[in-house]
């Protein structure tokens, strides 16, 4: 990135955290419309309903899926019981596909912050009916300082469930540790690079050395043996990847943000590469929406002009660029 890349980067990624500028978007009649516009590159909509009719079409041309209803941070048991219902009815859905579906989630959402205990047993139901359904769950990673409570919750789950795995982001220095934790495990590990601005101290920033990171990881999965999903858009990365024959392996495949490189998507699945597509849904797309333009500074271009102009998100991001 160019340094006026960077501290847009770094103002999107504050913006997406300022408690204020969110409340102020989700209830402004004028602001909502338009940003929900611009997510909707990202976002599959607000309702599990899209989410699944998008869910169908990607399908239908050739990619696995992981969905997930954006959330994080509920604070009250109630509220996690009610994201309990709909990851449940989000798996009864999946089922529909015919394929097995990763169900992504953060432990968050479902109580982590309000009781662990409440979090695991919502996860462990949540396991038992993804099992029965042919499904799989996936744990998302969040700021460094939840990483030591998703890890080791992780490992409790995956002592009885197997179809449960978990995300590592790449860009903590703790993660050289971490992976050789979880890859003991039977679950499917997600290596990401890390979306979270952290401090210097515990983490790399974008460079050339978290690629190198990142690759480090990789060898270590690949080696282990455990089922493997690389999920980056950077090309040097994904060539890197190729280049040691790890996107060959029976066990491992890429996943790529929806709406993000699409024809990076279509190119490896037309190489034979197994291609998984992240979709998500719901109402919090603000945080979500600021992360994808942090990563790409130069998209704050594209999603203005999807405000204004919301049928070449309808047709550039939902059809027309994964039809096969």
Known sequence: MTVDEQQTAHILRTIARDERIKEAVLHSPQLYPLLLAAAKRYVTGE???EAMVVAHRMTNNGYRLSVEQIGENTMEADDTKQV???????????EKL???????????????LVDPELAYAHVDE??????????????????SVKTEAIVSM???????????????????????????????????VRLVKGAFMEPQEIALPRSQELNERYLQLADICVQAGVPCSFATHDQWLVEALAQREYVSRAHVEMELLYGVRPELAAAL????????????????????????????????H??????????RIHDAAYELVFHK
Not at 84 to 94: G, R, S, Y
Not at 126 to 143: D, F, V
């Open 47 to 49: 309702t599990r309903e």
């Open 84 to 94: 309990k219902q709909e990851f449940l009815a989000l798996i009864k859905d999946c």
């Open 98 to 112: 015919g394929v097995s579906a990763g169900i992504s989630f953060d432990l968050s959402h479902l109580g982590l």
């Open 126 to 143: 949540m396991a038992e009916a993804a099992r029965k359904s042919g499904q799989y769950l996936m744990i998302s990673m969040e700021e």
């Open 154 to 188: 992780y490992e409790r789950l995956a002592q009885r469930h197997e179809n449960v795995g978990i995300t590592i982001q790449a860009h903590l220095h703790r993660s050289l540790e971490d992976i050789k934790r979880v890859v003991k495990l039977p679950g499917k």
């Open 269 to 300: 699945r037309e190489q034979g590469i197994p291609v998984r597509i992240y979709l998500t849904y719901g109402t919090k797309w603000f945080l979500y929406l600021c992360h994808r333009l942090a990563e790409y500074p130069p998209h704050v």
């Open 302 to 311: 594209q999603a203005i002009a999807d405000m204004f102009d919301q049928t």
